[in-house]
């Protein structure tokens, strides 16, 4: 049996045993010699060519960027771990893998040269002298040293070069760190040494360019700390901070002191920034970020600075339109409008504007009340409340009639554009006579009919509307005592007038008759057709007209009627028996027709093109609008009005309040 090499002490001490074994016993001595023979042979093997399976590396530390003179590793607990490739290289075409060596190849091999009492001496020193820093002084005794007198006496020992392979790689690291500080001589000095030890010749080639970059950056970064402790960080020209930084970031792409430097620039002009912000100077917070972003563009300091001036742009405008919500809720519009526009300068997408904006329209065209709301205004001192309105939109529409259309009169022309610009609120529905009643009672108020003695009546035997002896308003069409629920009719303009002055003394608005353009635009409600329904008679029941189908108690007919219609009554009917229409009001049509405020004239020649009543001082007639359940297709036209003296009593005339906002 060939013993291998390593193994003749072991062999030797078998043959030589005091007592010979039998056949049997030394067969078996001779099987168990063998195997511990392989057994001692796979350990050397591994021991040989992959000591890292036997050999534990104490875990590395991260070198710090100090570095004391000399060639001392940068801290007294050094590290010769190297930072892992982040890139793996792609293996070439057909190539094998690689596995490491195979146990084949290392039986070829052989075993390691036995190790001597002098190799594991220095070994000893020179691990106690890497354990302690001292790896390249003293002199002679420092671990570089005491490794290449391993080498020396055992070539290719695996422990001393995978020494100064991790001795190398840890200089190679501190080279890197002290170019990153910009310390040239400590970087100087690594270089050397790592270059007299193991490395690839491409890491050398790389760290000498960095250190000659150095040369050249060292200065401008010197400049650039003066130019910052000058206070010169930015500016025309070549002479400040920043232009330095940006010219060495040009020689050395993500130098860490230049972007130290750039941020150090980059935050006078961020806290400048949030300054000027909490200084509500938001104009100027913008500019400044916007130099800022130019220094370090996309930095998360610059995001984190314009989140924050955001915010507080954010939170300075919302609380600039709770205060103007404040203003507007104490009836101040304009103080609500400045600040407002105050707000929305600081955060041009400021939340909640729009339903402010509507708000405050609302508060200037319907004293923050809604179209379409209907208002019950409480008497002040006693119970009890007005006739209820409703808030009419404002908007524009064509007044008076064209002289095609049928029925048209020369009082009705020429046409104009009217504006309502100004928001106002009108009456649901016609005066009750319950309404009128109460303002009778508690003022004694006596009407143009009682001190005259007489008004007007329908006759159901002649057909006809005729005067009749002590009729008022108490009374209904026929002259019989009235139902609280109907119109109230045979009050003049001058009645009217008296029950307004009252409502607003009542209840500290101001109560007055519509206007003429403000009925007719109510009336039409956005229509500009014959009718406010449209140019046809009508396919439904809308309101109290003449109709081809009603009939009077003694069953008359009308001679001129909506052919194919009937609404069930003959006279007036009780207020808001028919649908309103779009604009929340019942009867503007028919029913009873209404006093308005204006003068009459006979046309439009010189109207206003607002709102406003038409008045001249000392008119005796004024406008009588709507039509009633008396009166013939035609003059229930949305643009159809006559005149009446201010004293006229009428079975077919009525009225209904209107109010300012």
């Given at each position: 049996?060939?013993?291998?090499?390593?193994?003749?002490?072991?062999?030797?001490?078998i043959?030589?045993r005091?007592t010979?074994p039998?056949?049997?016993?030394?067969?078996?001595?001779?099987?168990?010699g063998?195997?511990a023979?392989?057994?001692l042979?796979?350990f050397?093997?591994?021991w040989?060519f992959?000591?890292?399976?036997l050999h534990?590396e104490?875990?590395?530390?991260?070198?710090?960027a100090?570095?004391?003179?000399?060639?001392?590793?940068?801290?007294?607990?050094?590290?010769?771990?190297?930072?892992?490739?982040?890139?793996?290289?792609?293996?070439?075409?057909?190539?094998e893998?690689?596995?490491?060596?195979?146990?084949?190849?290392?039986v070829?091999?052989?075993?390691?040269?036995?190790?001597?009492?002098?190799?594991k001496?220095?070994?000893?020193?020179?691990r106690?002298?890497?354990?302690?820093?001292?790896?390249?002084?003293?002199?002679?005794?420092n671990?570089?040293?005491?490794?290449?007198?391993?080498?020396?006496?055992?070539?290719?020992?695996?422990?001393?070069?995978?020494?100064?392979?991790?001795?190398?790689?840890?200089?190679?690291?501190?080279?890197?760190?002290?170019?990153?500080?910009?310390?040239?001589?400590?970087?100087?000095?690594?270089?050397?040494?790592?270059?007299?030890l193991?490395?690839?010749?491409?890491?050398?080639?790389?760290?000498r360019?960095?250190?000659?970059?150095?040369?050249?950056i060292?200065?401008?970064?010197a400049?650039?700390?003066?130019q910052?402790k000058?206070?010169?960080?930015?500016?025309?020209?070549n002479?400040?901070?920043?232009?330095?930084?940006?010219?060495?970031?040009?020689?050395?792409p993500?130098n860490?002191l230049?972007?130290?430097g750039?941020?150090?620039?980059?935050?006078e002009?961020l806290d400048?920034?949030?300054?000027?912000?909490?200084q509500?100077?938001f104009?100027?917070?913008d500019?400044t970020?916007?130099?800022?972003?130019?220094?370090r563009p996309?930095?998360?300091?610059?995001?984190?600075?314009r989140?924050r001036?955001?915010?507080?742009?954010?939170?300075?405008a919302?609380?600039v339109?709770?205060?103007?919500?404040?203003a507007?809720?104490?009836?101040?519009a304009?103080l609500a409008?400045?600040?407002?526009?105050?707000?929305?300068?600081?955060?041009p997408?400021?939340?909640?504007?729009?339903?402010?904006?509507?708000?405050?329209r609302?508060?200037?065209?319907?004293?923050?009340?809604?179209?379409?709301?209907?208002?019950?205004?409480?008497?002040?001192?006693?119970?009890?409340s007005?006739?209820?309105?409703?808030?009419v939109p404002?908007?524009?529409?064509?007044?008076?009639?064209p002289a095609?259309?049928?029925?048209?009169?020369?009082?009705?022309?020429?046409?104009?554009?009217?504006r309502?610009?100004?928001g106002?609120?009108l009456?649901?529905?016609?005066?009750?006579?319950?309404?009128?009643?109460?303002?009778?009672?508690?003022?004694?108020?006596?009407?143009?009919?009682?001190?005259l003695?007489?008004?007007?009546?329908?006759?159901e035997?002649?057909?006809?509307?005729?005067?009749?002896?002590?009729?008022?308003?108490?009374?209904?069409?026929?002259?019989?005592?009235?139902?609280?629920?109907?119109?109230?009719?045979?009050?003049?303009?001058?009645?009217?007038?008296?029950?307004?002055g009252?409502?607003s003394?009542r209840?500290?608005?101001?109560y007055?008759?519509?206007?003429?353009?403000?009925?007719?635009?109510?009336?039409?409600?956005g229509?500009?057709?014959?009718?406010?329904?449209?140019?046809?008679?009508?396919?439904r029941?809308?309101?109290?007209?003449?109709?081809?189908?009603d009939?009077?108690?003694?069953?008359?007919?009308?001679?001129?009627?909506?052919?194919?219609?009937?609404?069930?009554?003959?006279?007036?009917?009780?207020?808001r028996?028919?649908?309103?229409?779009?604009?929340?009001?019942?009867?503007?049509?028919?029913?009873?027709?209404?006093?308005?405020?204006?003068?009459?004239?006979?046309?439009?020649?010189?109207?206003?093109?607002?709102?406003?009543?038409?008045?001249n001082?000392?008119?005796e007639?004024?406008?009588v609008r709507?039509?009633?359940?008396?009166?013939?297709?035609?003059?229930?036209?949305?643009?159809f009005?006559?005149?009446?003296?201010?004293?006229?009593?009428?079975?077919?005339?009525?009225f209904?309040?209107?109010?300012?906002?």
């Amino acid at each position: 049996m060939q013993v291998p090499r390593g193994l003749h002490r072991v062999a030797a001490s078998i043959d030589n045993r005091p007592t010979m074994p039998g056949t049997e016993v030394a067969r078996k001595q001779h099987t168990l010699g063998g195997a511990a023979g392989i057994a001692l042979l796979a350990f050397a093997l591994v021991w040989r060519f992959f000591p890292g399976v036997l050999h534990v590396e104490p875990q590395p530390q991260e070198p710090v960027a100090t570095s004391p003179p000399g060639l001392h590793p940068p801290t007294g607990t050094w590290s010769a771990v190297r930072p892992a490739s982040t890139t793996v290289p792609a293996p070439e075409p057909d190539a094998e893998p690689d596995v490491g060596t195979s146990f084949a190849d290392a039986v070829r091999m052989g075993p390691p040269v036995a190790t001597t009492k002098e190799v594991k001496a220095l070994l000893k020193r020179a691990r106690a002298a890497e354990e302690k820093g001292a790896l390249f002084e003293p002199k002679d005794a420092n671990a570089v040293a005491l490794y290449r007198q391993v080498l020396v006496a055992a070539p290719n020992n695996v422990d001393a070069e995978a020494a100064l392979e991790r001795i190398g790689g840890a200089v190679h690291d501190w080279a890197l760190a002290a170019i990153e500080r910009g310390d040239v001589p400590a970087a100087q000095r690594y270089v050397a040494a790592y270059a007299d030890l193991p490395h690839p010749e491409e890491e050398l080639t790389a760290l000498r360019s960095r250190i000659r970059t150095l040369h050249q950056i060292v200065p401008l970064l010197a400049d650039a700390a003066s130019q910052v402790k000058a206070g010169k960080l930015t500016g025309e020209g070549n002479d400040n901070a920043l232009a330095t930084y940006r010219e060495v970031m040009k020689l050395d792409p993500g130098n860490r002191l230049a972007d130290a430097g750039l941020a150090t620039i980059e935050r006078e002009f961020l806290d400048r920034a949030l300054a000027q912000a909490a200084q509500d100077d938001f104009g100027g917070a913008d500019a400044t970020l916007g130099v800022a972003s130019a220094i370090r563009p996309g930095s998360q300091a610059l995001l984190e600075t314009r989140s924050r001036v955001d915010g507080i742009r954010r939170q300075r405008a919302e609380t600039v339109l709770a205060q103007a919500r404040s203003a507007l809720d104490s009836g101040n519009a304009d103080l609500a409008e400045q600040l407002a526009k105050k707000a929305l300068a600081i955060s041009p997408d400021l939340a909640g504007i729009d339903d402010f904006n509507l708000r405050l329209r609302n508060a200037r065209l319907y004293a923050s009340l809604a179209p379409g709301e209907v208002i019950r205004d409480r008497f002040l001192d006693v119970a009890g409340s007005a006739p209820p309105l409703v808030v009419v939109p404002t908007g524009e529409f064509v007044m008076g009639s064209p002289a095609d259309e049928s029925g048209h009169q020369d009082s009705e022309e020429p046409q104009r554009r009217v504006r309502i610009a100004v928001g106002f609120a009108l009456g649901q529905g016609e005066v009750t006579v319950g309404q009128f009643r109460e303002f009778v009672a508690a003022t004694k108020y006596a009407t143009d009919a009682e001190k005259l003695g007489s008004a007007t009546v329908y006759e159901e035997s002649t057909g006809r509307i005729a005067d009749r002896r002590g009729m008022s308003w108490r009374n209904d069409y026929r002259g019989e005592r009235a139902g609280d629920n109907l119109p109230v009719i045979n009050v003049s303009w001058n009645d009217a007038k008296a029950y307004l002055g009252w409502l607003s003394a009542r209840t500290g608005k101001h109560y007055r008759l519509p206007t003429e353009a403000e009925f007719e635009y109510a009336e039409r409600a956005g229509s500009a057709a014959r009718y406010s329904w449209g140019d046809g008679d009508p396919d439904r029941v809308i309101g109290n007209f003449t109709g081809e189908g009603d009939r009077s108690p003694s069953k008359r007919s009308w001679t001129s009627a909506f052919p194919r219609y009937s609404d069930g009554y003959w006279g007036p009917a009780p207020t808001r028996s028919f649908a309103a229409n779009r604009y929340g009001l019942f009867d503007m049509e028919g029913n009873v027709s209404e006093w308005v405020e204006d003068c009459w004239h006979d046309n439009y020649t010189r109207a206003p093109r607002d709102s406003t009543a038409w008045v001249n001082p000392g008119c005796e007639r004024r406008v009588v609008r709507g039509g009633s359940w008396g009166s013939d297709p035609d003059q229930v036209r949305s643009a159809f009005r006559i005149a009446a003296r201010t004293d006229t009593r009428s079975a077919r005339v009525g009225f209904r309040v209107a109010r300012d906002l």
